[in-house]
């Protein structure tokens, strides 16, 4: 298996028997529920989908899989999703086939999707990799698999010795304690269960690692492994353990 960073997603392709283009939470509407609290600004929606499409077109991918919160409002549809949402939808279908793993925001996105489109919320394994939102206990299918999920947005805070700081999307891996998830066991020579949380495609959305660690907020999250965790950015650059940013936190 390999997987490639896409640098202008952010985004993964996987490649096995297979291309997998994956992408997480685009948060497509969420200009409406800002200007209910009183942040106003045009729609970003159409600009999102064409980084998309662009990704689309740079991997050339089998199937896109979109992890979850597609969309932004709950627990209604807004307006903006209403007009905007079919036309995105078939915009990527005329490129390549879309598998959607349903998130905490996507209630009623069923309605915008085509039959078979739409995948469990726990979370199914495509060529030999396990796709999920993140916000619910994996399927035991996923036991012993890398598993991609989204929900968590992690940011990366970086700062130099000048005292000059970067905040930047990234993505964390970690192993998982199989039985906190409620999985099978660790058995001898069978691979550790991974995740790979990855950044939000709306730049709006992020998350600062160190209180995913410090408070999470999720199964995935809470049965992480900490001391063995590593972070790259959307780059794919190595930044190293998850403890050498926490280090510099406590500076």
Excluded at 16 to 41: C, M, P, R
Aim: proline share 7%.
């Amino acid at each position: 298996m390999k997987i490639d960073f896409i640098e202008p997603g952010p985004a993964l392709l996987v490649e096995n028997t297979k291309k997998v283009l994956v992408i997480a939470d685009l948060h497509l509407g969420i200009e409406s529920d800002l200007a209910q609290h009183g942040i106003h600004f045009s729609s970003r929606s159409g600009a999102r989908a064409a980084r998309v499409r662009d990704c689309i077109r740079e991997t050339d991918p089998d199937l896109l899989v979109l992890l979850g919160d597609v969309k932004h409002s709950i627990p209604l549809l807004s307006w903006q999703e209403y007009r905007e949402l079919p036309e995105i939808f078939e915009e990527f279908r005329r490129l390549v086939p879309m598998a959607v793993l349903p998130g905490n925001h996507d209630i009623g996105i069923e309605r915008f999707l085509n039959e078979g489109e739409v995948q469990k919320k726990e979370g199914v394994v495509i060529d030999g990799v396990g796709y999920l939102h993140g916000h619910t206990r994996p399927d035991p299918s996923l036991c012993g698999h890398l598993i991609l999920a989204g929900h968590h947005h992690p940011l990366a805070s970086l700062r130099d010795d000048v005292g000059c700081s970067l905040r930047a999307p990234a993505y964390l891996l970690a192993s998982v304690t199989n039985s906190c998830l409620g999985l099978p066991p660790d058995e001898e020579g069978r691979e550790p269960t991974r995740v790979m949380f990855m950044p939000a495609f709306n730049e709006l959305s992020g998350y600062d690692l160190l209180k995913i660690v410090k408070d999470p907020f999720s199964p995935l999250s809470r049965c992480m492994n900490v001391a063995t965790s590593e972070v790259f950015l959307t780059d794919g650059t190595y930044l190293g353990p998850l403890s050498s940013l926490e280090e510099d936190g406590r500076d």
